[in-house]
């Protein structure tokens, strides 16, 4: 089992970070969308947005060791890719922990503008650093917009990876899968 | 008392019969915050949600001979709408309730005043809020008055009043328990 990465792959730790991560943002972002239009006598009107700000925490923690792990190792090659494909998944690749972490962060924000702590599946609370209606108010939009690109962001590279591995057969989505070869 | 000038804003409550003088300006002390704007509804019927607006200011004219001929104006920023709990306060501003990137402003402007006695009136009044202006009556109390220690001098009254969310195109369904809402003022006046 080969733990970090390599030139030619991704290692364990990468590729649960990888996996885990990709099906969390997912579930949180449609459970998001989900909870805000609920009725004020749903049985899920609390429970939905407890587990949303819960699980966002943890996905704030594990981007920021992701982060770490991600710049104290090697990264597999890009040489089969066109100019054009290596820039661009240059840009999602780099471009999702900075969105990721704005994106985490304002939500941070919209429940903790005004003091108040995040309870973490009520195992810990996250404590607030702020206390101003005006940074609450302003992140609801920004949160919002952000999860839409994110969304968007996860599209193209989820689009071009299926391409990598059905139109051109490289081993890209492969090595993220089942590791180095 | 002196006699004053009106200001174009000025506003009054009721006020005991027999003092003397003319109707004088105060300036609601929303510097020293000796002044407030609550409301409560109830929570499912089985509890009552506080809530306030932090920042607001006004103006009243207040006369202890002929408290009818009293005015009061009350202007409230609605995105200061707190009742400590951050989320709630974001629903609060939003198109749900208040929309106050729409309507940032709530109003209250008397247009009569009726002495009830003992200190009592009726304020009758146009409240604007959420867009939507409607007549409304505030039951208010003179709570008392007079000089202050540092050379001021002041009045306070207490008025209450109760709105039903639809009245002001808040469309939110918070239950059947919850349909209106309890509004609160208690404010003193500075006198100009």
Redesign the interface.
Known sequence: MIIRDTHTGYGLITRLFHWLMAIAIVVVFGLGYWMVGLDYYSPYYTLAPDLHRSAGMLLLFALLLRWAWRLSNVHPGDEELSRVERIGSKIVHEGFYPLLLALLVSGYFISTSEGRGIDVFGLFTVPAVVSSKEIGQATGLIHKILAYITMAVAAVHTAAALKHHIVDKSRILKRMWSGPA | MNPRTFSAVALGLALFAGAPAEAADYTIDSKGQHASVNFRIKHLGFSWLVGRFDTFNGTFSFDDAKPEISKVKVEIAT??V?T????R??HL?SADFLDVAAHPTASFESTSITPKGDGKAAIAGKLTLNGVTKDIVIDAERIGGGDDPWGGYRQGFSGKTTLALSDFAIK????PASKSVELTLDVEGVRQ
């Open positions: 995105t200061s707190n400590n709990h951050a989320e306060d974001k501003r939110k369904d918070l239950g």
